[in-house]
């Protein structure tokens, strides 16, 4: 979800720092201590400059800033939100949440906190109530983050013609060039490969890097179509790129399937190793990912009864709908099919049409013994998006064969 925390928003907020540093040089040369405006400002450049680069010591930094605008001016609405945006980025809803709820009793005219408070809402399971605030968004202040999470809420909802339409006005909101361009327009590019219309994606990425040269998260998403089309050296080329400027345990992931897709299982081991070693640089900078790491150690066959675990963590923690499959699959894994099952069902509550969902409740119920309603899942996926996984898409095929 992790496309809806204010990728836009704190781009455009970023924008107007004006610090280069931590501290300011007055005219004679001596440092000046920064003010509570400019710590905000670096607080939020520090936020955007992790979005950016991936690089994890940028949320430290940012809190720090934060941090000392708040003992400057403790009821600072606006360096408050940067906290909120930052616990999310974090992983840390709760927080997010708490913090976003005393903005709006400081400052409720303030358009962005119903944003971040929905996006808290979402990844607590408090669905309904995040999507008013997503609503009240749109009404308060239409664009692009506003119309990006409305399209979020559709898609979970399985509305997925008035998913892309809402991705579209914001791509309209967000005008023809720059970074929030780009991000829009991956954003209903992946919209459109979720549902396997390839050749929309495609034309969604190649926009997006016509609009921003090299960015990565198009890059990303246009090896995907690559490998799609069975074009791995491409799909290899490009995903390269991406995690050479930024080095995401996603793209680094996705570049060992990659490899081991083509023939390469030890170039695909040696990215698998990366992956473990950015999540502790993340762990270390304070940010959550028992979910993301057990979700990829559950797909790659490593510690699966120690993912178990951190999938159990995750989900009291963050008790979505993203969770829930996430805890399933891993129950599955481990053999704990009914248990699975149970919680397949949880992740399914929304009507969400998402292949890998589909396919994980299949697998369940394999397990379980039930064949016929396990080939009737994997046909769901497959139709839903027939390159749905390069690890797992193959297994259904095979299921149905």
């Known amino acids: 979800m992790k496309r809806l925390l204010l990728a836009g928003a704190v781009a455009a907020i970023a924008a107007t720092a004006l610090l280069a540093g931590g501290t300011l040089r007055r005219e004679d040369g001596a440092s000046a201590a920064p003010s509570s405006r400019q710590l905000v400002r670096l ?15 940028h949320y430290t930094r940012s809190e720090q800033a934060l941090r000392r605008a708040l003992d400057a001016e403790p009821n600072d609405a606006e360096a408050l939100i940067g906290l909120a945006s930052l616990a999310n ?7 997010g949440l708490a913090l976003a709820r005393r903005v709006q009793g400081l400052s409720p005219d303030t358009a962005l906190v119903y944003g971040v408070i929905g996006d808290s809402l979402i990844e607590l399971g408090r669905y309904d109530e995040a999507f008013r605030n997503f609503e009240r968004l749109g009404a308060v202040k239409p664009g692009l983050t506003a119309y990006s999470r409305i399209s979020y809420a559709r898609e979970l909802l399985g509305y997925t013609d008035g998913a892309i339409a809402a991705m579209q006005l914001a791509v309209d ?3 023809d060039a720059g970074e929030p361009s780009a991000w829009a327009r991956t954003q209903l590019g992946k919209l459109y490969f979720s549902k396997g219309r390839t050749a929309e994606a495609e034309r969604q990425y190649r ?7 090299e960015y990565v998260h198009a890059l990303d998403a246009l090896a995907h179509v690559e490998a799609a089309r069975g074009r791995f050296a491409h799909a290899i080329s490009l995903e390269r790129r991406a995690v050479k400027q930024t080095p995401l345990p996603q793209f680094v992931g996705a570049l060992g399937d990659l490899y081991r897709s083509s023939g390469r299982p030890a170039a695909a081991r040696a990215q698998f190793r990366l992956v473990g070693v950015l999540d502790r640089l993340f762990v270390a900078n304070g940010v959550a990912t028992d979910l993301e790491l057990a979700l990829f150690n559950v797909d790659h066959g490593v510690r699966i009864r120690e993912s178990l675990d951190r999938a159990r963590r995750a989900q009291r923690e963050r008790p979505s709908i993203e969770a829930d499959d ?29 292949a890998p969902k589909f396919f994980h409740r299949g697998m369940i119920e394999r397990c379980l013994g039930h064949e016929l309603e396990a080939k009737r899942w994997f046909r769901r996926a497959l139709r839903t998006n027939p390159n749905f996984s390069l690890v797992w898409a193959p297994v259904a095929r095979k299921a149905l064969s």
């Open 207 to 213: 926009l997006a890097l016509g609009s921003y040269p």
């Open 43 to 57: 607080g939020f450049r520090e936020l955007d400059a992790a979005r950016r680069t991936g690089e994890p010591g």
């Open 89 to 95: 980025s974090r992983h840390h809803f709760r927080e």
């Open 173 to 175: 909101s967000a005008g």
């Open 326 to 354: 996430v805890l399933a699959w891993a129950l599955a894994r481990n053999g704990q099919c009914g248990q699975g099952l149970r919680f397949s069902t949880r992740a399914l509550r929304l009507g969400t049409r998402d």
